[in-house]
């Protein structure tokens, strides 16, 4: 075997702490090194042709590089050396950056370790062998889960690029957190106003397929061939037969459940219909509050209904939709101020959410665009805002911030002087972080147009006194304690990962973090990709942001799925399972560790069992090989032999050591 080694330098990145020349030199002395070299960027368009052209004149028949990370350029390394020739898979890579160079300042023994890790990887590589990918045809149709601003745009964005799309929402209506809001920042114009007509597209356009008020229940396949079990859950009226005219909710006569919409300030009836704009407009029964089913009385509804749509026996449906990718939009819950006791929150009417002010502000909410005490009912004069509530705070297990907190905050001390000109607004922070285009302008305008106090400091207690609520804590930059008397207070709540986005993840097979926030496969390179492949990732769900940037990934999203839908057919990866059928003793465990699914038993002629991988199932994860106890199954590419070649090649080296 002929193999060649490349050792970069990557700039100082490696260099500065590792011999590059002498893991080189190093180099030319292990079994079958043919060639070896050092260049300052082996990545570089003059390093891949150095690699290229050394495999031509040389006749290679396998090249190792040692430089940085495999997930940053084990791809752009392979396209190289199969563009000079040879099979993609007759490469391996040694990372001395990671692994070496920006571990240790020890510049000997870096070297040593990075000497070390090229022996591994050139042992290894002389157990390597050809593989081939195999083709098979997609499904040219997207999933998308969630329907807020994220998950609108990203399914206008396919449908307009000529895929079918099937957009799921757990909530009776499309449009998310954007449609509770009353204005956006730093323009101050109108939240629905501009999410408005992207939702009646949505509901109109013929490419896309909405399921509202339904949630996935499974996801198994692989991309370009994915299939989704969905439930669509009962609302208990017909929504082919619903108009939306509302005669229901007038009648209704359970009038005391608390509106989810507008976040618990008020109520409504138990067959509501979410907001005047939702899509789609259609009523729905709340079965855990509605007469009918809990006291088995009533009945209301369904006599008024004059498109006799009310339905009191309709049941769950469950429907089986068969797509080439997925994009997960889920967005973001807010933090329980409950749990921070020393504001207030849920023991005092006067503190209140910033969702819960934002509903007060609008025109469309329970007060119609007027700002209440929700205690008396009177119109509030010192306004108090507290910010990063939930964010920021190791105590609550929310050390992250937020991202918007501040924004939003600025945006309602603004609104509150519009709609009460002779109110004062104050604001307890923290830092303020004001980072997109035209935010820290828009804070400015808040201190210096609208007179908003900003004191820095924690707020240590809010209690009652004499009708209003004193608001105890610390300015920072006077160093003094300050104590602010308010009509009302607003919790400036931080973003958390929204319900069930664990349970979401182990259906979708991808990663989410300790917080419930959905990882992505390269927070650099592959910000919308996840480790499933076909799974991709848009808005809030990944971490807390704005609308801005949610809008951003949810196009960037839709742009990756049209791109890998846009092909006839897709490789499979051949580094996946294989079964030695002699060696199998069906014992099944393999099928059953594998979290893809992609191992089934198949029986013989003579009724035994053995395992057989669905190759373009598999992911490549290796459980099935360390779990199988006869050793049938081996890794293509992770083989015994080349781990063990590794192995040796480093045991080798310690005995050499140990001796000397």
Same mark, same amino acid.
């Given at each position: 075997?002929?193999?060649g ?8 990145n490696?260099?500065?702490t ?8 190093a ?12 260049h ?8 891949q042709?150095?690699?290229e052209?050394? +495999?031509?004149e ?5 090249v190792?590089?040692a ?8 791809v752009t ?5 199969e563009r000079?020739?040879?099979?993609r ?8 950056r ?6 240790s %300042?020890d510049?000997k ?25 195999k ?12 329907a807020?601003v994220?998950g ?22 499309i ?5 509770k809001?009353?204005?956006t920042?730093p ?8 999410l ?7 509901g109109?356009?013929p490419?896309?397929?909405?399921h ?16 989704a079990? +969905? ?11 619903c108009?939306?005219c509302?005669?229901?909710l ?17 109520t ?12 789609p407009k259609?009523a729905a ?16 509804c ?13 049941r ?8 080439g ?7 973001l ?22 969702l819960?002010?934002e ?5 469309s909410g ?7 005490r ?32 501040c ?8 609104l509150t002087?519009d709609?009460?000109?002779d109110?004062?607004a ?11 285009k035209g935010?820290?302008e828009?804070?400015r ?7 908003v ?11 009652p006194?004499?009708g209003?609520l ?7 930059l006077?160093?003094?304690?300050v ?21 979401l993840?182990e259906?979708l097979? +991808? ?8 990882l992505?496969s390269?927070?650099k390179?592959?910000?919308v ?6 799974v991709? %990732?848009?808005g809030a ?5 704005d ?10 999203a ?16 051949p ?6 059928a ?8 393999c ?10 038993m198949?029986?013989?002629r003579?009724?035994s069992?053995?395992?057989e991988?669905?190759e ?18 081996q ?7 080349? %781990?063990?070649?590794?192995?040796n090649?480093l ?7 140990t001796e000397?």
């Amino acid at each position: 075997m002929r193999i060649g080694v490349m050792v970069c330098h990557c700039g100082n990145n490696i260099a500065a702490t590792v011999d590059c020349e002498a893991v080189a030199k190093a180099a030319r002395e292990f079994p079958d090194v043919v060639f070896s070299t050092d260049h300052m960027y082996a990545c570089s368009d003059p390093g891949q042709g150095t690699i290229e052209k050394t +495999i031509r004149e040389l006749k290679l028949d396998g090249v190792v590089v040692a430089s940085c990370s495999p997930r940053m350029h084990e791809v752009t390394f392979r396209r190289a050396v199969e563009r000079a020739g040879l099979n993609r898979y007759m490469f391996e890579m040694a990372n001395i950056r990671e692994h070496v160079a920006w571990i240790s %300042l020890d510049r000997k023994r870096n070297t040593e370790k990075a000497i070390d890790l090229v022996r591994m990887a050139v042992e290894k590589l002389r157990y390597d062998r050809p593989l081939t990918a195999k083709s098979f045809e997609v499904h040219k149709r997207v999933l998308i889960i969630g329907a807020g601003v994220a998950g609108i745009q990203a399914a206008l964005d396919c449908a307009e690029g000529g895929l079918d799309v099937i957009l799921v929402e757990r909530k009776a209506s499309i449009g998310g957190v954007m449609s509770k809001l009353d204005k956006t920042f730093p323009t101050v114009d109108c939240s629905v106003c501009v999410l408005g007509p992207k939702m009646v597209d949505v509901g109109q356009h013929p490419r896309i397929t909405l399921h509202a008020l339904s949630e996935v229940e499974e996801l198994s396949g692989y991309v370009g061939n994915f299939e989704a079990t +969905i439930r669509k859950k009962s609302p208990f009226v017909d929504w082919a037969k619903c108009t939306g005219c509302g005669a229901c909710l007038e009648k209704c006569p359970s009038r005391k459940v608390p509106d989810s919409h507008n976040e618990g300030i008020s109520t409504t009836t138990a067959i509501t219909i979410p907001f005047p704009q939702a899509i789609p407009k259609r009523a729905a029964i709340d079965p855990a509050v509605c007469l009918r089913f809990t006291k088995g009385k009533c009945g209301v509804c369904q006599t008024i209904c004059p498109a006799d749509a009310v339905d009191y026996d309709m049941r769950d449906e469950v429907l089986t939709e068969k797509v080439g990718a997925v994009i997960t939009a889920t967005g973001l819950d807010l933090f329980d101020h409950k749990k921070c006791g020393e504001y207030g929150g849920g023991r005092y009417p006067d503190v209140i959410t910033s969702l819960q002010y934002e509903r007060m502000l609008s025109a469309s909410g329970p007060t119609a665009g007027h700002i209440k005490r929700p205690s008396d009912g009177r119109e509030p004069k010192t306004v108090v805002f507290i910010s990063c509530v939930g964010s920021r705070d190791r105590s609550v297990d929310r050390p992250y911030c937020s991202n918007f907190c501040c924004m939003y905050t600025a945006k309602q001390a603004i609104l509150t002087r519009d709609h009460i000109p002779d109110s004062q607004a104050y604001v307890f922070y923290m830092d303020i972080r004001a980072t997109g285009k035209g935010y820290e302008e828009f804070v400015r305008r808040a201190q210096e147009e609208y007179d908003v106090q900003y004191i820095r400091g924690r707020v240590a207690q809010v209690y009652p006194d004499g009708g209003q609520l004193v608001v105890r804590g610390a300015d920072t930059l006077l160093g003094a304690q300050v104590e602010i008397k308010a009509d009302l207070v607003v919790l400036a709540v931080g973003a958390e990962s929204a319900r069930g986005a664990p349970e979401l993840a182990e259906k979708l097979r +991808i990663s989410c973090d300790a917080y419930g926030f959905f990882l992505e496969s390269h927070p650099k390179l592959r910000p919308v990709e996840t480790n499933t492949v076909g799974v991709f %990732l848009a808005g809030a769900c990944q971490a807390p942001k704005d609308i801005p940037a949610s809008v951003a990934q949810a196009s960037a999203a839709a742009g990756k799925v049209l791109a890998l839908l846009s092909k006839d057919t897709l490789e499979s990866d051949p580094q996946i399972a294989q079964v030695q059928a002699i060696r199998c003793i069906g014992c099944g465990k393999c099928e059953r560790t594998c979290p893809f699914g992609a191992i089934r038993m198949r029986e013989l002629r003579d009724g035994s069992k053995r395992a057989e991988v669905v190759e373009t199932v598999c992911q490549g994860c290796g459980i099935c090989s360390v779990t199988c106890p006869v050793r049938a199954i081996q890794l293509a590419h992770f083989t015994d032999s080349q %781990l063990l070649a590794e192995v040796n090649a480093l045991c080798r080296t310690w005995d050499e050591s140990t001796e000397s």
